[in-house]
Nanobody, 121 residues
Framework: QVQLVESGGGLVQAGGSLSLSCAAS????????MGWYRQAPGKQRESVAG???????TYADSVKGRFTISRDNAKKRVSLQMNSLKPEDTAVYYC???????????????WGQGTQVTVSS
């Protein structure tokens, strides 16, 4: 069984910072791309940032220059540093990872349970 567990959400004032972390655990053979999505009330889930297994990163235009994604392959962890937060960043943030389980022939996509980020104005 494979799990992704997020931590680090919370309430912050506009202009502040938060750091999210997501750890993968279980019977893992390898981890490919990892990323963060978010879903605000009444809106569709959207991609925020992604990082490949070799560290290539991508960002949504709305967070470029403010958010930084990173990963620690040894610890099977992906992080999202969020600076200069805005009220429109308020959402539930989900981590995702393409993981190949031990004994499995291919990778599958896994999702965390989500963590709430609220930015007050």
């Amino acid at each position: 069984q494979v799990q992704l567990v997020e931590s680090g959400g919370g309430l912050v004032q506009a202009g502040g910072s938060l750091s999210l972390s997501c750890a993968a655990s279980g019977s893992i053979f390898s981890i490919g791309a990892m990323g963060w999505y978010r879903q605000a009330p009444g809106k569709q889930r959207e991609s925020v940032a992604g990082i490949t297994s070799v560290g290539t990163t991508t960002y949504a235009d709305s967070v470029k220059g403010r958010f930084t994604i990173s990963r620690d392959n040894a610890k099977k962890r992906v992080s999202l540093q969020m600076n200069s937060l805005k009220p429109e960043d308020t959402a539930v943030y989900y981590c995702t990872a393409n993981i190949r389980r031990v004994g499995a022939p291919v990778q599958s996509e896994y999702w965390g349970q989500g963590t709430q980020v609220t930015v007050s104005s």
